[in-house]
């Protein structure tokens, strides 16, 4: 009881010793303490030396912090309290930075918006196979959705449905949109399909030859052709309302150019003024004759229809069609491929070389020469000013459009590099020798991937390459390079592949019979 009494007057004397000795002195009494007090200690202690910083700080401040932590210690903080759940959740500028990182989304896509859940980006909701947090501001809803998809993707969580095409057997091109897959066949015909259920929707009929070129834009189809003709179509009504004639051999390629701006970013940054090229859409076609074609898009439910009445044999005179506007004359031999930016294009040719064009001059910038056999495809980086080519002599080379001068030759590849695509800055190349080739921009080293046959087509999007080959449909990771599963196998041949955040689709070959297989990633899984 004596002990008791003089407590006052030790925690009186305690209060007045200097740190060193309150040091000390609690040492020692901590030496003698036995375990129960000291979890008792330990118990009152902690919330003492805790500090909640979400809720001290300046609300700007703790957002900045957050920016810094990766996408699980996020959710594992917005479950420390609510306040820290407000904060977390409540600032888009966090989730904002987690799709920039993951690079799920380009910029455009990410003002994106649905108050009333996750969407898939085609005007469906996205279904999630396991559980996932639930978002409550509009750029965590796009990550919880493009994390949904993307595991999917990675473990095969799909709707997917097989029909037979209607068009022929040998698929030349496909283009997809929200609702539809557009698709060109080597018999003439276009077909479109729905791409839910697979049902024939529409033939568009008045090719003569096979369609070799196919792009969408809208509501308008652009198709160009073995008949030397390049139709335009109403997408909804199968409708023809413009026949451009004027090539004397195949359209072997097109490009479509819609009003862009085409500021450099260092131009953007000095906020001058937006500078859209061209002034209004054109289409550039490209053909085995040698020369390109630049006409004007017309719109198939605005313009006046335009149909001559002479056949692709005896095409009318160019002054005849108000929406040709000239020829791009100098290539020796085949037009291969096209690609554009503004009023600029690049045409690769048979002949070895690379044109640069001025669209709305018609004059030929520069030669690019330096490749030793045919040019077969074509990238552009719009940011860097660069065409990137690849070629019969199984090299890439990097130009720089400015001054026609080549920068780089990237190398590895065995022969034919057929298939290039840039997409967030990473250049990803296929060739005839089975190497799928993935190099980080601004190209260095490469990161090869094999089939075991010479990859027929391929699509990326920065975070994954679907690649067709081998009677497989095989699916990549961009960043690693490494292959992560197969989509589909037992395939004769796969003549086509395209994709976009929800849905792969690819025309394949089996058992003499071409299919168009149909996975849907965003909807309830059936494989």
Partial sequence: ?????????????????????????????????????????????????????????????????????????????????????????????????????????????????RADGACDGAGGRVAAHGPVPVPTNAFKEEFARDYVLDRNWHEGK?????????????????????????????????????????????????????????????????????????????????????VFAGHSSTVRCLQVLLPTDTRTPLERARNEPVRYEPSEPLIVTGSRDTTLRVWKLPSPTKDTPYVPRTGAEMPPPPRTNPYFMRVLEGHTDSVRAVAGFGNLVVSGSYDFAIRVWNVVTGQCLHVLEGHTAKVYTLALDTNLHLVISGSLDGTIRVWDWDTGACVRILRGHLTLVGLLALDHNTLVSAGADA?????????????????????????????????????????????????????????????????????????????????????????????
């Fill in 1 to 113: 009881m004596a002990a008791l009494y003089s407590m006052p007057s030790i925690l009186t004397t305690y209060d007045q010793l200097p740190a060193n000795m309150q040091s000390f002195l609690l040492y020692q009494l901590l030496r003698r303490t036995p375990r129960p007090i000291l979890q008792f200690a330990t118990q009152t202690m902690l919330p003492v030396l805790q500090r909640d910083f979400v809720s001290e700080l300046p609300v700007e401040v703790s957002h900045h912090i957050l920016k810094f932590m990766d996408t699980r210690s996020l959710c594992r903080a917005s479950c420390v309290s609510r306040r820290w759940q407000d904060v977390v959740n409540g600032d888009a500028k966090v989730w904002r930075a987690r799709l920039s990182d993951a690079r799920v989304l380009p910029p455009a896509q990410m003002q994106c918006r």
């Fill in 158 to 242: 799909c709707r997917h449905i097989s029909f037979v095409s209607e068009g022929g057997s040998v698929v030349t091109c496909v283009q997809l949109t929200d609702d539809y897959i557009i698709a060109g066949f080597d018999t003439k015909n276009i077909y479109v399909y729905d791409i839910t259920t697979g049902a024939t929707v529409r033939q568009l009929v008045g090719h003569e030859g096979g369609v070799w070129a196919l792009a969408v834009v809208g509501n308008t189809v652009i198709s160009g052709s073995t008949d030397r003709t390049v139709r335009i179509w109403d997408l909804e009504t199968g409708r023809c309302t413009h």
């Fill in 435 to 527: 190497t799928l080739r993935v190099w980080d921009h601004p190209m260095q080293q490469p990161m090869p991937t094999h089939h075991t046959n010479a990859i027929t087509c391929f699509q990326h999007d920065g975070t994954k390459i679907v690649s067709g080959a081998d009677g497989t449909v095989k699916l990549w990771d961009v960043r690693t390079g490494a292959f992560v599963r197969d989509l589909l196998s037992g395939l004769s041949g796969v003549w086509q592949v395209r994709f976009d955040r929800r849905r792969c689709v690819a025309a394949v070959h089996r058992n003499d019979v071409s299919f168009f297989e149909v996975m849907d990633f965003g909807a309830e899984p059936e494989c």
